[in-house]
């Protein structure tokens, strides 16, 4: 059984009972002092990872904002020498370090990283401290504060533990913060990009537990994959730095590793069947894509539901600790491909982005680790038996629609604007600034030409999902020379973020800001959207918003 595989790995580790005894009380983890028949509340969580920060002076404690009630997001930074700003952080990456942030508790049912990352930040200040001279680590072990205290022991029934119970998916407003990243609605959502626009940290961390199938990996991942990011950015991930840390957290831990999935039927409409390894889709709601079309490294670690708290706990411990391990050895390897990724946008030349995608198999099959499993009243069962599974591997994307990068675009407000066009316009406004998205207003009049889109077809997907109702629009395109009036608002390409706002702003694409009903009062059929493209480099008289 998986408990016997782990029993090893977990005394090399020294995550048995016995190994707590020289740690202090106040920092020991409440899954540690309760032999993980517990997970942390807020207030344990900050007093936590307080005394491990207050224990050396490479740590200091920041905020990475407040929650929707009000809770502050704490966030340990570990460096040497030490750090207590982005400013500080900057300088260090200018002597050669990178800064790597990892999280927990996005799903608060799903506790694995909140009770790993402060575990893992006290060896960080101890015994491998050598790490932190190339590395400015910062942990935000409970990023969902606010679902966090939620608690019951029926949250999660599949989980097998905590058993004293755990908090919910959702935050204080019901809504799932993983699938925030494009509406940037929630006040964590904010939080955290607003950290990653100042802190800009090379790797993110996100630390989950699994729903899906039975297998026998206690920890799987995902990395950046969506078309519409940097391509090279995307094949280095997936060809080096990922079977990097595969390999070294094998090593570890003694444990198999892989690719995140569950089989076939799980993220999408085919039969529940053993053919295919499947994931998510590739849109930029869930954090480790967007965060991927920020030209960053993004990490999904998902230890498995149906394993152990413990074995989970020490599982994504390891895990992020060959995150930090890969990223400090492949650290000029790392940075070049980033900086590479970041400059790709800077220069103006013809370029396409992926809109639309549909998920394809990868060229060869591979073999899954897995279960027999049989029928009971309905529903399929583990019966414990190993099993190994040839499959296809179904985590690849391809784009289905395309369209040209323009050399900027440009809104323009109309003089008669409704009161319902001006509210939606300012919260476009307001969410590129969130994204750190860079735009400029035209200081004065002028005649450009563009591509003018017209929305031809705008169907609704029919219910409502995380508070909307999502719209997918097919427009058609007209060549125009239009008067820009004074304080027209224009977004150009040539920026790090260059491929993240043409995203965020096409219509037609899959997961942008008009999916999300940001753009609703233009989309009558015949309406002129109120995004234009200018295609070509022009000369335009604008000031940069600050």
Request: charged share 25%; net charge negative; with cysteine.
């Amino acid at each position: 059984m998986l408990a016997a595989i782990l029993m090893m790995s977990l005394m090399a580790c020294g995550a048995v009972a016995g190994q707590s005894m020289d740690v202090p009380t106040e920092q020991l983890t409440i899954a540690e002092k309760s032999d993980y028949r517990a997970t942390a509340r807020y207030d344990e969580v900050v007093a936590v990872i307080d005394a491990i920060g207050k224990s050396s002076p490479l740590a200091r404690m920041v905020s990475m904002g407040r929650t929707t009630e009000g809770r502050e997001i704490p966030v340990l930074v570990m460096s040497d020498p030490p750090v207590a700003n982005a400013g500080e952080a900057r300088a260090r990456v200018r002597d050669g370090a990178v800064v790597i942030l990892a999280f927990g508790n996005i799903h608060a049912g799903e506790v694995d990283g909140k009770e790993a990352l402060p575990m893992l930040a006290r060896e960080l200040l101890t015994s491998r401290k050598g790490m932190l001279r190339n590395a400015v680590v910062c942990f935000a072990p409970i990023y969902n504060c606010d679902g966090n205290e939620r608690v019951s022991k029926t949250n999660r029934p599949g989980q097998v533990g905590p058993e004293e119970g755990m908090g919910i998916r959702e935050n204080a407003n019901g809504r799932d913060l993983n699938r925030d990243f494009v509406k940037v609605e929630e006040a964590e959502t904010r939080a955290l990009i607003g950290f990653m626009n100042a802190w800009d940290p090379h790797v993110v961390v996100d630390c989950h537990t699994t729903n899906g199938s039975y297998h026998r990996y206690v920890l799987t991942y995902a990395g950046p994959k969506v078309p519409a990011g940097n391509g090279a950015l995307n094949a280095w991930s997936r060809g080096t730095y990922f079977p990097r840390v595969d390999e070294d957290y094998e090593a570890r831990s003694g444990q198999d590793a892989f690719w995140y999935g569950s089989f076939e039927g799980a993220f999408t409409d085919a039969p529940r069947g053993k053919t295919r390894w499947e994931t998510f889709p590739a849109e930029a709601r869930y954090g480790t894509n967007y965060i991927g079309l920020r030209n960053r490294m993004s990490v999904l670690s998902e230890a498995y539901a149906y394993a152990t708290f413990k074995e989970r706990v020490i599982a994504t411990k390891e895990f992020v600790e060959s995150v930090l391990q890969v990223s400090v050895k492949e650290k000029a390897s790392l940075r070049r491909v980033l900086a590479e990724a970041d400059a790709e946008m800077l220069e103006w030349k013809e370029r396409t982005i992926s809109l639309r995608t549909k998920a394809a198999a990868q060229p060869d099959k591979v073999t899954i680790l897995g279960f027999e499993e049989e029928v009971l009243d309905g529903r399929m069962h583990n019966t414990g038996r190993e099993k190994e599974y040839m499959v296809e591997l179904w985590d690849n994307f391809e784009p289905t629609l395309s369209r040209k990068i323009p050399w900027a675009y440009a809104i323009a407000r109309e003089s008669n604007e409704s009161a319902e066009r001006a509210a939606a316009m300012q919260r476009v406004i307001a969410a590129l600034v969130v994204h750190g998205v860079e735009f400029e207003t035209l200081n004065k009049s002028a005649e450009v030409p563009v591509t003018r889109l017209r929305v031809k077809e705008a169907r609704s997907a029919g219910r409502e999902y995380q508070g909307h109702v999502a719209v997918r629009v097919e427009v058609s395109e007209e060549q125009e020379r239009v008067q820009l009036p004074e304080g027209t608002i224009v977004i150009r390409s040539q920026q790090r973020l260059g491929r993240l706002a043409s995203y965020l702003l096409e219509p037609e694409c899959e997961d942008g800001l008009t999916t999300w009903n940001y753009f609703d009062p233009w989309l009558t059929v015949g309406e002129g959207f109120p995004v234009m493209r200018i295609e070509a480099p022009i000369t335009l008289d604008s000031a940069a918003k600050p």
